[in-house]
């Protein structure tokens, strides 16, 4: 068990790893040869491909729970039903994106023609409506322990998007609509090749949806507050910034949101677990795995959480080499990363709740954060541009996740699993130590020297905490037995 899923885990670090890296290169690329005005255009289409989760209605989770818990035949049932349900949503995002770019392009500030922001719009909903069934897929592949091999088509995909996109910046079109159009057909390429995977071996099935109504219900409300954390900001932003600000804070949301990223792998690997564990009433197995996947997050994520909230302009400057980056939004970027990083940390503790089915607390606390992020975010915007955005959306999206997971009656609550809070501490502050001595230490000259700061910071914090935490420890005692056994 412990070897196949740390093969697992590895695999999808692995494909998160070349995801972020893809992402994050291609950034200061599509930059200099798009402007702010056109990255600005590319953060309103992922804007818009985060909206589409809304229209999953639950059916992901509720996916990799059935595979999980109930086997093939269900799945393979709720799978066909789902997928039906998307086509259809796919086709009225378009339409309507189709029918209303041309009125929404007018309330763009951008020296952009009107008619180049107008297509821009309906490119991006095409391009995110052809990403948009990537979800469903992976969760089917999670559902039946072949998490390594979704990451990995998925992170393919993602490096050919971005990839793609960088050769058409820096060739015959620097055309921030030919770069959407890239990522249409990029996009159904890696979607048909991850449905291909998932149906391959499973019965065939009609379409039932019988037994997860309640579930799916439940999961997309909480689907529906969270994606207004990722979204509410940055309608915020278009609306009221210039289009250049609103590009600057696309950077440095696309940046705290890739905590949310770093996360994926202690879901997709302990999630069906927990899921399988629940339907055996196997106490103890659930109890581990909680553990595990709490204990992994925090390892994954607080390091970075800390480099980027403690060292917010040493990681921009050494990223974009932008002094003028750097004063825009390198506060927000420190806020926004405090937020994510908690934020990430309690979607990892969230899937006790998930694998269990009982999910309205959590969405009560979601909706009432994003209502009160719904309020500071435009105060934010007007107040303090890019980065007074950053700071008001990461103190609703950070009070949101202590409340949910640390109070009593949350999963990491003394009341509900004693003792996971208390070590989870203890493996953030050891993750957060080399931040904090390189936030007050004197700041290394230029960019090189800064960006071995940033990655002497965040090694430095992820070897601690994998020494402090109990799970990061036994996960190296694995590796060294490993080691011997092959030497």
Not at 140 to 159: F, K, V
Request: net charge positive; charged share 10%; aromatic share 4%.
């Amino acid at each position: 068990m412990a070897t196949r899923i740390s093969t697992s885990l590895a695999a999808l670090l692995a494909a998160q790893a070349i995801q972020a890296a893809t992402t994050l290169l291609a950034a200061p690329v599509l930059v200099a040869g798009l402007g702010l005005d056109g990255y600005g255009l590319l953060g309103i289409a992922a804007t818009l491909t985060l909206l589409l989760g809304i229209l999953d209605a639950g059916l992901a989770a509720a996916l990799t729970r059935r595979f999980a818990a109930e086997g093939p035949e269900a799945g393979a049932a709720l799978l066909a039903a789902a997928e039906r349900l998307l086509l259809a949503g796919g086709c009225v995002v378009v339409l309507a994106a189709a029918a209303l770019a041309w009125p929404l392009s007018g309330l763009l500030a951008s020296p952009l023609p009107r008619g180049t922001l107008a297509t821009a719009l309906a490119l991006a909903a095409l391009a995110g409506a052809a990403l948009w069934p990537t979800t469903l897929y992976q969760a089917g592949l999670n559902g039946r322990g072949r998490q390594a091999e979704a990451a990995l088509i998925h992170a393919g995909g993602t490096m050919l998007r971005w990839g793609g996109s960088v050769v058409l910046v820096l060739g015959p079109l620097p055309d921030v609509r030919a770069v959407l159009v890239w990522h249409a057909v990029a996009a159904l390429g890696s979607v048909a090749l991850l449905r291909r995977r998932l149906r391959h071996g499973l019965p065939r099935a009609r379409a039932p949806v019988g037994g997860v109504g309640a579930y799916a219900r439940d999961v997309s409300m909480l689907a529906l507050a969270g994606l207004l954390f990722a979204v509410l900001d940055r309608l915020a932003g278009a609306t009221l910034l210039p289009l250049a600000a609103f590009g600057a804070y696309s950077l440095i949301a696309q940046i705290a949101q890739m905590l949310g990223v770093l996360i994926v792998p202690a879901r997709a690997v302990w999630f069906p677990r927990l899921s399988a564990a629940l339907a055996r009433k196997d106490a103890v197995e659930v109890r581990r795995a909680l553990r595990d996947a709490v204990q992994v997050a925090a390892i994954l994520v607080v390091p970075w959480a800390a480099v980027l909230a403690l060292l917010p302009g040493t990681v921009l400057w050494a990223w974009t080499g932008s002094g003028e980056l750097v004063g825009q939004a390198a506060v927000g970027l420190a806020g926004l990363a405090t937020g994510w990083g908690l934020h990430a940390l309690a979607s990892a503790a969230a899937i006790f709740d998930l694998a269990r089915g009982s999910m309205r607390r959590a969405t009560r606390l979601s909706a009432a954060g994003a209502a009160l992020l719904a309020v500071l975010a435009p105060a934010g915007a007007l107040l303090g541009g890019a980065a007074g955005l950053g700071l008001a959306a990461g103190v609703a999206i950070g009070l949101y996740a202590a409340v949910y997971a640390a109070a009593p009656a949350g999963p990491l609550g003394g009341s509900t699993h004693p003792g996971l809070l208390a070590a989870l501490l203890r493996t953030g502050g050891a993750a957060a130590a080399p931040s904090l001595i390189a936030a007050v230490a004197p700041p290394a000259p230029g960019r090189i020297g800064a960006g071995i700061v940033v990655w002497l910071a965040w090694l430095g914090g992820s070897a601690a905490a994998a020494l402090v935490s109990p799970t990061g420890r036994m996960a190296l005692a694995v590796a060294a037995d490993r080691l011997r056994r092959r030497g």
